[in-house]
């Protein structure tokens, strides 16, 4: 056995004592990883272009494209169905109402998540 180690009195040993010089060295080198980590935690919360689906804003951007789009396609039921009853020709004004709605819902939902006129095509796909 090591002169190093101490036995806990149940067969197993502790971890070596180390000298002062040494811990003061290990606990040098976990402080500047430390520091290294806290900076490039700073550097990515300060980054305006942040990946906005990594966020609790990303979360919120996915429930108004949700909502927008059952706006969108309820609406265009809703008038189709009104235009149904009014003139009796049911079901093409149900028909191309949905259609329109269901267009202007992918529209509506472009153009809020920012890919609608856009010049260059997104990241990661053409």
Do not use: C, H
Request: avoid cysteine; charged fraction near 25%; proline fraction near 5%.
């Amino acid at each position: 056995m090591d002169d190093r180690e101490k036995t806990d009195g149940q067969g197993g040993t502790d971890k070596p004592d180390l000298s002062d010089s040494e811990l003061s060295g290990r606990l040098r080198g976990l402080g500047s990883a430390l520091q290294r980590v806290q900076a490039e935690r700073r550097a990515e919360e300060a980054d305006p272009k942040a990946d906005p689906t990594s966020t609790a804003s990303g979360m919120a951007l996915a429930f108004r494209l949700g909502a927008e789009f059952v706006a969108g396609v309820l609406v265009g039921a809703g008038l189709g169905w009104g235009i149904d009853y009014l003139f009796g020709i049911a079901p093409w004004g149900m028909i191309v109402f949905l259609l329109l709605g269901f267009g202007a819902s992918v529209v509506n939902m472009m153009r809020a998540a920012g890919e609608f006129g856009r010049k260059t095509p997104p990241k990661g796909g053409a």
